[in-house]
C-alpha cells in the first residue's frame, strides 16, 4: 500500500478532491493548494486567499473552485469584515484570475455552485433572500423569503430548472426558476403542507394528506424511475 506524504491542513474536512478526480483542494488557513489528485504530495498551484477558509467547493467541471468565509454566528463581531461574509473564486488555468462576492450587511450562510460551472447561489444567515451570482456577465437575480428548510433548494436532474422553497405570511409556497436567464416560470404557488422540511425532484409536486401518515412523515425519497414516493412515517411504518 502506498502513502502519500503527510501535509498540513487548518480544516481537514474540507480537504477534496475535483469532481474529475484530477486534482486534490488542502486549504490551510488562509492559503489553498491545489495538488495532483493521483499522488496527493505534487503541488500544482497555491491561492492566497483573503480570509480563513471556512467553506470550499469544487465546481461541477473542476475547472474552477470556490472558497468562502461565512458571517460569523448569533451576530458576532458586525463590525469585522468576518461577519459580513464573502465568497472567492479560483481558476486552476488562470491562477491570476479571481472573483470576489462580498455579501455586504446581509451576511453569508451557505454558498453552492449551479450544475453550468458559472452561477454561485447564496443564502444570508436570516433568509431575507437567496442571490444567484453570474461568473459570465456579473448579473445578479434575488429570491426574497427562502424557507430554512433542508434542503430549501434544489435543481433538476438536468439542471435546467430550480425549485427554491419560500415562507410569506406564515405559508409556505414554491418558486421554480430555469436556469438559462434565471426568469422565474412559476412564482410562489402554494403547497399543500402546515411546515415544509425540504423539497425534491421528481413527477409529483406535492403529496397531499402526508401528514395523515402514522405519527407525521419522517422521510420521504422518490423512487429511481420518479413514478412512486416512498413515506416514512414516525411511527416507523412505510
Not at 62 to 89: D, K, Q, R, Y
Not at 130 to 158: A, E, H, M, Y
Not at 208 to 217: P, S
Amino acid at each position: 500500500m502506498n502513502f502519500s506524504i503527510g501535509f498540513s491542513a487548518s480544516s481537514a474536512n474540507l480537504v477534496c478532491w475535483s469532481p474529475n478526480g484530477q486534482y486534490l483542494a488542502v486549504p490551510d488557513k488562509s492559503k489553498l493548494y491545489i495538488k495532483d489528485g493521483c499522488t496527493a504530495s505534487s503541488l500544482l498551484v497555491s491561492f492566497s486567499c483573503s480570509s480563513f477558509v471556512k467553506l470550499l467547493q469544487w465546481s461541477p467541471d473542476s475547472s474552477l473552485i470556490m472558497t468562502g468565509t461565512p458571517s460569523a454566528p448569533g451576530g458576532e463581531n458586525m463590525a469585522s469584515s468576518s461577519f459580513h461574509g464573502c465568497v472567492e473564486v479560483w481558476k486552476l488555468a488562470d491562477p491570476d484570475w479571481k472573483c470576489r462576492i462580498e455579501l455586504g450587511s446581509a451576511g453569508l450562510l451557505s454558498a453552492l455552485w449551479a450544475p453550468d460551472s458559472r452561477h454561485i447561489i447564496t443564502t444570508d444567515p436570516f433568509y431575507v433572500q437567496t442571490t444567484v451570482w453570474s461568473l459570465v456577465n456579473q448579473s445578479v437575480t434575488n429570491i426574497k423569503n427562502p424557507k430554512q428548510c433542508s434542503p430549501g433548494l434544489q435543481f433538476s436532474s438536468d439542471g435546467s430548472y430550480l425549485a427554491v422553497a419560500e415562507r410569506v405570511n406564515c405559508m409556505d409556497y414554491l418558486t421554480i426558476l430555469e436556469t438559462q436567464t434565471w426568469h422565474t416560470v412559476k412564482q410562489q404557488f402554494p403547497v399543500d403542507c402546515s411546515d415544509m422540511a425540504g423539497l425534491s425532484w421528481g413527477l409529483l409536486a406535492t403529496v397531499r394528506g402526508a401528514e395523515l401518515y402514522g405519527l407525521g412523515v419522517r422521510t420521504v425519497s422518490w423512487t429511481p424511475s420518479g413514478h412512486h414516493l416512498i413515506i416514512g412515517s414516525q411511527d416507523t411504518k412505510v
